[in-house]
């Protein structure tokens, strides 16, 4: 079986066949093999193509993976919002200002940091070309069926990672084929681009495994049909947003106005999202009776979890890495390993929670954050200075050094279970990291639903009721309220807020930004260096 053992070992297949066709050398390298040697079966030719671009998903180099790693796609879609921040604490955290620039708003098209998250997404999509190419050329070992099946694993990772694009850039290069010179390639509209990433889902589901990609065995870690309509249900709902190519000046269109065809059905966005919603309430995906069990050590039998990346710290490099930035030096030296003193949620979240309130506080609260005294095997972690150590919620600021609380402001992330025998100072834990999960899909309904003129009580009902806490009126703000509840430290919050109106709004210790109301800060810039080296490229301003 193709698991994922072989996804994250076929690096160095896949690595000698690159450098055999890239190299500047008249002589093939004597430590290289041919293509043809590479590749004489089916299951060499799915670990040199398809299997090679899961090593894009999970990663242990800053800037890449969907998760797990710092200053990409997660850090951009968190700490830019009103969730949580990685406050300045003295000398610590600074870093030219970077943390602070996410929070308030202030990037521009010179960060490096943008640049190689574009580059980082772009080179995925070629990668994903190369690999469609490479089953075309090899089609002749491969039965019909076979090829189907992994020209539609190749195309859907290819458009999970302009899914990526379109919510972060926009207007990008649709790059459909390794055909390209560098001259054809420019800014399709973000329009086209959403419409393409969306078909080609719809268009490849069919062929992919209807299989539960979270639980181990042969699609283990892998793009599944389910997975593929949680991608579908994800553009769907927030077509209003893809579908505006210049957010200062153009108006949102209304998601009952935007028209998908899904089994035969003329739909709008909201319909959309609600059947293809059902199609993984069918699939058999259901909440865990105990939310804490889909981010405990060994997470691989969730009956939620939707699409995760495989941990395991004897096995793959894959890192996770955000326990660690977050917790005081002590508490990691208390848990026997490493921690940076980081990242924290805001007040305005943790008063959310109800944090202060007893009688108010949500239940998942404590399964999200480490507050106030720290107690690690029931002994208190004390400071250096033999005070005990005690997270102080309400006391962050963006920029702590002259606060007495510069090492102790904050809550800190939890929510997964920590491996005390995790390698790395526990950044290789034996946890998957949980991308996309049930819980998330029915407040995905709810919301549609709502917005579609319906009732979203039921589906909303059932993700509190799950938490233990007490019913709410399922109106769009208390759903938006509920996502964070619900889906804190997951990545999701810049999205939603984008969707909901509120991103360039003032919140928590952020002031918006002059003028930010018409919506520029809603997409990062393409940034200059690609703009520079592509004469083709044009600014988001521009569309």
């Not at 319909?271 to 909440?287: F, P, S």
Request: aromatic share 12%.
């Amino acid at each position: 079986m193709k698991t994922q053992t072989h996804i994250l070992n076929l690096a160095l297949a896949a690595f000698a066949l690159l450098t055999t066709t890239t190299s500047c050398l008249n002589d093939t390298p004597r430590d290289r093999i041919e293509e043809e040697q590479a590749i004489s079966s089916p299951s060499s030719l799915w670990i040199n193509s398809v299997g090679r671009l899961y090593n894009c998903i999970g990663s242990n180099e800053e800037g890449k993976g969907l998760q797990g790693t710092y200053r990409g796609i997660y850090d951009y879609s968190t700490f830019t919002t009103d969730e949580a921040i990685v406050p300045t604490r003295g000398a610590d955290w600074y870093d030219g200002a970077f943390w602070q620039r996410l929070y308030t708003h202030q990037w521009d098209d010179n960060d490096q940091e943008l640049y190689n998250l574009w580059c980082y997404l772009l080179q995925s999509v070629v990668q994903c070309n190369d690999a469609i190419a490479l089953i075309d050329k090899h089609k002749n070992i491969l039965t019909q069926q076979q090829w189907l099946a992994y020209n539609a694993e190749a195309r859907a990772i290819r458009a999970m990672f302009y899914y990526y694009l379109v919510d972060l850039f926009g207007n990008v290069p649709l790059l459909k084929s390794n055909k390209a010179s560098v001259s054809e390639v420019y800014n399709a509209s973000r329009t086209e681009v959403f419409r393409f990433a969306f078909h080609e889902l719809q268009n490849v589901a069919p062929h992919l495994a209807n299989a539960h990609s979270n639980l181990q065995g042969e699609y283990y870690g892998r793009i599944t049909q389910p997975v593929a309509y949680f991608l579908l249900a994800k553009l769907a709902l927030n077509a209003e947003v893809f579908t505006c190519n210049n957010p200062e000046r153009n108006t949102l269109q209304q998601g009952t106005n935007i028209h998908f065809t899904v089994d035969g059905q003329k739909l709008n966005a909201w319909q959309t999202t609600i059947n293809y919603c059902q199609k993984l309430q069918a699939a058999g995906y259901q909440l865990e009776q105990n939310y804490a069990d889909n981010f405990k050590l060994h997470n691989e039998n969730s009956s939620e979890n939707i699409f995760t990346i495989p941990m395991d710290k004897n096995l793959y490099p894959n890192e996770y890495q955000y326990l660690f930035r977050s917790r005081h030096y002590n508490h990691g030296k208390a848990l026997g390993l490493g921690a940076e003193n980081g990242a924290c949620a805001t007040i305005s979240t943790v008063r959310a929670f109800g944090y202060g309130n007893p009688s108010t506080l949500d239940s998942r609260f404590k399964l999200n954050f480490y507050a106030d005294t720290v107690k690690v095997d029931g002994q208190v972690v004390r400071l250096d200075n033999g005070k005990e150590l005690v997270y102080m919620p309400l006391n962050v600021e963006i920029d702590l050094t002259a606060s007495p609380y510069i090492k102790t402001a904050g809550a800190r992330m939890a929510k997964y279970e920590v491996d005390r025998k995790g390698f790395l100072d526990g950044k290789l834990q034996d946890n998957d990291i949980v991308l996309y999960r049930y819980a998330d899909v029915l407040l995905m309904m709810a919301e549609a639903k709502v917005r579609n003129g319906q009732s979203g009580q039921t589906e909303m009902d059932a993700v509190r009721t799950r938490a233990g806490m007490p019913t709410r009126t399922a109106t769009l703000n208390n759903i938006l309220q509920e996502r964070l509840l619900e889906l804190m430290w997951e990545g999701w919050r810049r999205q939603d807020l984008i969707r909901f109106g509120r991103f360039t709004q003032s919140y928590d210790l952020r002031q918006a930004l002059v003028n930010e109301n018409k919506g520029a800060t809603t997409l990062f810039p393409i940034p200059r260096k690609a703009i520079e080296s592509n004469g083709n490229l044009r600014p988001n301003s521009n569309f």
